[in-house]
């Protein structure tokens, strides 16, 4: 089951809810996407043994950003940099599990 972060960044303001983790179905990566400048849950692969229509139906989100559908992403860094600003954001709370 993956978690709901809340990110706040107090130096700019930036907002966002961030699905972390691995739901039944997919497992997310958190990447910054260069394209938008969101910090993203960037579905990678399935879950489990999966039948090759259900892969295939969903390969196309696969490694793309889920707002703008772009593929300039990069990892989050660990020192968790906001992509407007570049000033460290905490990670907040979790509001939430996702499944």
């Not at 303001?13 to 497992?27: D, E, H, M, N, V």
């Not at 139906?57 to 989050?76: S, Y």
Request: hydrophobic share 30%.
């Amino acid at each position: 089951m993956g978690v709901i972060y809340q990110l706040d960044c107090e130096n700019c303001g930036y907002q966002q809810k961030l699905f972390a983790g691995s739901g039944r179905l997919t497992i997310k990566q958190t990447m910054i996407c260069t394209d938008c400048a969101e910090i993203v849950a960037v579905p990678t692969g399935l879950t489990g043994k999966r039948p090759p229509e259900l892969i295939q139906q969903f390969a196309q989100e696969f490694n793309r950003c889920p707002k703008c559908k772009g593929v300039n992403l990069k990892e989050w860094p660990e020192s968790h940099p906001c992509p407007k600003c570049g000033q460290a954001i905490d990670l907040g709370h979790i509001t939430g599990a996702w499944d």
